[in-house]
């Protein structure tokens, strides 16, 4: 229902309160109000909000050993859902971090990481989490890499023995 449309029927509404015998003369100035707000929500289409805190991630996984670990997953927390192998899991590992740590920060600069390779797999986590904007792309090229994404599991899949 448009605003326009709905202020047509307030005025018919007053036309015909004047025009005939009620008991009530006149519409509540708190029922026109109350009809506004519930209109105004059709009017526009909304949909309903997302529930506060809900985190949404999209996990994108390549070059793993596992090729059930391959792909794009959604993962929804508060409450979990989405087609991410370990959602329960991946929720419970996020909510793990406290307000004042970010596990998608990446690998500072200046980092003196240990030079080993562990493997070829990439990530990339791209949403919302914590009520913050995250893109973040994961790899295991060096230790402190292997470091992060391990610090991550079970949201990005255990690398392979």
């Not at 006149?26 to 506060?52: H, K, T, Y």
């Given at each position: 229902?448009?605003?326009?449309?709905?202020?047509?029927?307030?005025?018919?509404?007053?036309?015909?309160?004047?025009?005939?015998?009620?008991?009530?003369?006149?519409?509540?100035?708190?029922?026109?109000?109350?009809?506004?707000?519930?209109?105004?929500?059709?009017?526009?289409?909304?949909?309903?909000?997302?529930?506060?805190?809900?985190?949404h991630l999209v996990l994108?996984?390549?070059?793993?050993?596992?090729?059930?670990?391959?792909?794009?997953?959604?993962?929804?927390?508060?409450?979990?859902?989405?087609?991410?192998?370990?959602?329960?899991?991946?929720?419970?590992?996020?909510?793990?971090?406290?307000?004042?740590?970010?596990p998608f920060a990446p690998?500072?600069?200046?980092?003196?990481?240990?030079?080993?390779?562990?493997?070829?797999?990439?990530a990339h986590v791209a949403?919302?989490?914590?009520?913050?904007?995250?893109?973040?792309?994961?790899?295991?090229?060096?230790?402190?890499?292997?470091?992060?994404?391990?610090?991550?599991?079970?949201?990005?899949?255990?690398?392979?023995?």
């Open positions: 229902m448009t605003a326009h449309t709905l202020m047509a029927r307030v005025r018919v509404m007053n036309a015909l309160t004047r025009t005939r015998s009620f008991k009530r003369r006149s519409v509540s100035a708190a029922a026109v109000a109350a009809m506004a707000v519930l209109a105004s929500g059709c009017a526009m289409g909304s949909a309903p909000a997302e529930p506060v805190g809900r985190d994108t996984v390549s070059n793993s050993a596992n090729p059930n670990a391959n792909g794009t997953f959604d993962l929804w927390c508060n409450p979990a859902a989405g087609d991410h192998s370990a959602v329960d899991a991946a929720c419970a590992k996020l909510a793990g971090f406290g307000p004042e740590q970010d690998v500072p600069a200046d980092a003196i990481c240990t030079q080993q390779y562990g493997g070829p797999e990439v949403g919302t989490w914590a009520g913050r904007p995250v893109d973040a792309t994961f790899n295991r090229t060096n230790g402190c890499e292997i470091r992060r994404w391990d610090s991550l599991v079970p949201l990005l899949p255990e690398a392979p023995a």
